[in-house]
């Protein structure tokens, strides 16, 4: 039985959908030190991450997140917005190094009302 053009146009994408999910899904949570879960106040984590490695951020301020965005880009890796408290850093493939990305996150909790900026620091090793 031959496949219509469409119908291999179709697995295709349905096939490039599928792996999208699944890098998605073996990327974990990785521990970060130094941030810290109020609204309104800065601040700055850091992490490890092998070469070509990802990682799962998920913004942990008690409250309600309004709005969250990218502000810095990382140089060498991706960042992608997943949903309004989750972000997924995956750093390029044969790179070692710092690597340094940004979000701001603007949200109301029960001690403060607030926009903040927090930056992450990868060390890819």
Known sequence: MRMSKASAVALIFAAQGFASIASAQTASECPVAGILNTFGV????????????ACLFPL??????????????????VLRQLNTSTFEYAANPGYAGPDTFSVQVTGKGPTSVGTSIITLVATVR
């Open 42 to 53: 800065n601040s700055t984590g850091v992490f490890l991450v092998p070469p070509g490695g």
């Open 60 to 77: 942990r301020i008690e409250g309600v997140i309004a709005d969250s965005s990218i502000v810095q880009r990382p140089a060498y890796g």
